[in-house]
């Protein structure tokens, strides 16, 4: 199915948003953070597909890379962007110093879980041991922050939500107002609404006037019986 107009430049802006990913360059990110951006950027849309992926691959990486994408030993998987993923991952990733990164890929926020908690335990994962200044504005730390959040959480983000511009601080208040909302909107959900049975609220009240017990369930005949002997036994 072809692209309309509008698709394509929606991908075209996004291209300009990712940083071009170029090994082996000072200054380039890894190729797992390069990966990251592009899947951060396409979430913000839906019915995101295969080939939209690919296309981002194609146009924010270098020739080098590019020319990787059509050697032979891996014309099986130009077109399919997670075997893609798989192999520039294993060509261009430095394994020792992606350790890290790897792990902490698996470490997802709990359906019940603060943001606090959960940025706690991502960057004991990510960081391991590493205790440096400003460490925790790692671009990709950032984005794997966000990507990583429970969906109920990620839903309530504003779109303006973005690791390139925002500080670390900046994107925990942010995740912390949203599950703050999540929360009051799972209560409210949760809430069954108080309606009133009137045959249950008036069981066990007695009712109003006089009483009459005995003949209340008596066919006629047998009524006008029962209020005679009544009159008899008073005189």
């Given at each position: ?15 300009r ?17 390069y990966?990251?951006d592009?899947y ?7 019915n995101?597909?295969?080939r ?22 891996l ?12 192999a520039?991952?294993k ?15 698996e ?5 019940h ?9 991502l ?5 391991v041991?590493?205790?440096e ?6 671009l ?24 390139h ?51 209340t ?19």
């Amino acid at each position: 199915m072809a692209w309309n107009s509008n698709h394509m430049s929606y991908l075209d802006k996004l291209t300009r948003n990712i940083n071009k990913f170029t090994p082996n360059v000072a200054g380039s990110q890894d190729v797992l953070a390069y990966l990251q951006d592009i899947y951060f950027h396409l979430e913000m849309r839906s019915n995101v597909t295969d080939r939209d992926r690919l296309y981002l691959l194609r146009t924010t990486s270098s020739p080098l890379v590019q020319f990787f994408f059509w050697i032979d030993s891996l014309l099986h998987t130009k077109s399919d962007f997670h075997l893609l993923r798989e192999a520039l991952l294993k060509e261009f990733a430095d394994l020792e110093a992606d350790q890290g990164l790897m792990a902490a890929q698996e470490t997802k926020q709990g359906q019940h879980e603060t943001p606090k908690a959960f940025y706690n335990r991502l960057r004991r994962e990510y960081f391991v041991a590493h205790n440096e200044p400003d460490m925790e504005e790692d671009l990709n730390f950032k984005t794997l922050f966000l990507r990583n959040l429970h969906p109920g959480v990620s839903h309530h983000l504003g779109v303006m939500t973005c690791p390139h511009t925002m500080t670390t601080q900046q994107l925990r208040d942010l995740a912390h107002k949203a599950y703050g909302k999540q929360k009051m909107a799972s209560e409210k959900g949760t809430k069954i609404p108080a309606f009133c049975d009137f045959n249950t609220q008036h069981q066990g009240l007695a009712p109003e006037g006089p009483q009459h017990h005995e003949s209340t369930n008596l066919p006629p005949k047998e009524q006008r019986r029962s209020s005679f002997r009544k009159e008899g036994d008073m005189t």
